[in-house]
């Protein structure tokens, strides 16, 4: 498929606040060597408005994508890897004809949304990710080598309040958070806890993306008033059996209490949960057996599974990503990946950055 036919929607709607730089969707999906620097949180509109923003902005409307990775951004990558017929079969009954997963736009439909004049943009974002808190109750080895306690100063707190200041009144979105957990860091639990509505007029979704340790019945009862915002979330395992979860890819983890968990989220039917997998040399046996498990919590909900390779964060040695990496063609377990990934199929609730792997289509499950 060409995607000069798409606008990925990230550079113009959403905003990743870092404790000192932005990024438009996760910095692993993106081929830059460093990301717009913050050099005050009270200033991120310069940020947003900067010129590297307009340069990556102008790159998709002019269909190159130059700043994006085609194999690393799992939207993209399915978008290169498949015909349009096959998009339109796979996608008829959870898309629209105008829209092609959530990440993107056909152009003509974007175009006429957004009004451009000469790749200026002046619309402030409407999907602000909360990114700048690293604390966290797992040590997983694919994200950090130490388990980060909450610190005690008013560092996160404060940067909220800036983005309160600059974005509140315009926002559609808030996601917390990709860069710890959102239940166990005491500013942002805190944050929902106390959460105003009044100050966001146009809020309309709260997006949670947790390890899912901490999100029971009592920790969501104590924020209430988030309950109509909270229509989408995200729950990070890396593992379908107890061993790996505990041992492997989750350290502190509790697979008991996980899957408790599991099933007090599914009955909150959200309208859209992911439940997010990071493969590996560790889980790679495990990919169709977590599909299988997801299934049979959350069916008759409507979920995604998400499979990404694991991504070279550099907080590890070459020595060790290497090991992990089953997405390399001489990892001897790639043809278990191969294998895997084949048994798991693609149909509408499977998204994942692997495609580029195959060279003929798969049937749906």
């Known amino acids: 498929m060409e995607v000069k036919d798409f606008i990925c929607k990230a550079p113009f709607e959403d905003f990743m606040v870092f404790d000192s730089e932005t990024w438009f969707c996760c910095p692993d999906w993106m081929e830059l060597e460093s990301a717009p620097q913050i050099k005050s949180h009270d200033n991120l509109e310069s940020v947003w408005f900067s ?60 175009l006429k949304k957004y009004k451009l004049d000469n790749y200026e943009w002046r619309i402030h974002p409407s999907l602000i990710y909360f990114n700048f808190d690293l604390s966290c109750n797992y040590q997983c080895p694919s994200c950090r080598l130490e388990t980060i306690r909450n610190k005690k100063d008013d560092r996160v707190t404060n940067i909220i309040k800036s983005i309160n200041n600059q974005f509140a009144k315009t926002v559609n979105t808030i996601h ?71 041992n492997k890819t989750r350290i502190n983890g509790n697979w008991d209490k996980l899957l408790d968990n599991l099933k007090f989220i ?6 859209s949960i992911t439940l997010s997998f990071v493969v590996q040399d560790y889980n790679v046996n495990e990919i169709v057996q977590f599909k299988n498990l997801i299934r049979s919590i959350f069916e008759g909900t409507k979920f995604t599974i998400m499979y990404r390779s694991i991504q070279d964060w550099k907080h590890q040695s070459k020595e060790w990503y290497k090991q992990r990496n089953v997405a390399d063609p001489n990892h001897p377990l790639h043809g278990t990946l191969l294998k895997q990934l084949t048994e798991l199929g693609n149909a509408n609730f499977i998204q994942h950055n692997m495609w580029h792997l195959f060279k003929e289509e798969k049937s749906l499950i």
């Open 51 to 110: 010129e590297l923003s307009s340069d990556i902005r102008k790159s998709i409307l002019e269909g190159e994508y130059k700043y994006c990775s085609k194999q690393r951004c799992p939207y993209l990558s399915k978008i290169v890897n498949s015909s349009k017929e096959e998009l339109d079969r796979k996608h008829k009954s959870k898309y629209t004809h105008t829209e092609y997963f959530e990440m993107f736009y056909k152009k003509d439909i974007f």
């Open 176 to 246: 917390v958070t990709g860069s710890g957990d959102p239940f166990y860091s005491n500013a942002f639990r805190q944050y929902l806890q106390k959460f105003d509505p009044t100050k966001y007029p146009k809020l309309q979704n709260i997006f949670l993306s947790t390890n899912g340790s901490l999100w029971n019945k009592k920790m969501w009862n104590s924020m209430k008033s988030i309950h109509p915002f909270v229509n989408v979330a995200e729950v990070s395992i890396d593992a379908a059996t107890k061993d790996t979860y505990e």
């Open 266 to 271: 599914a009955k909150l039917n959200l309208n």
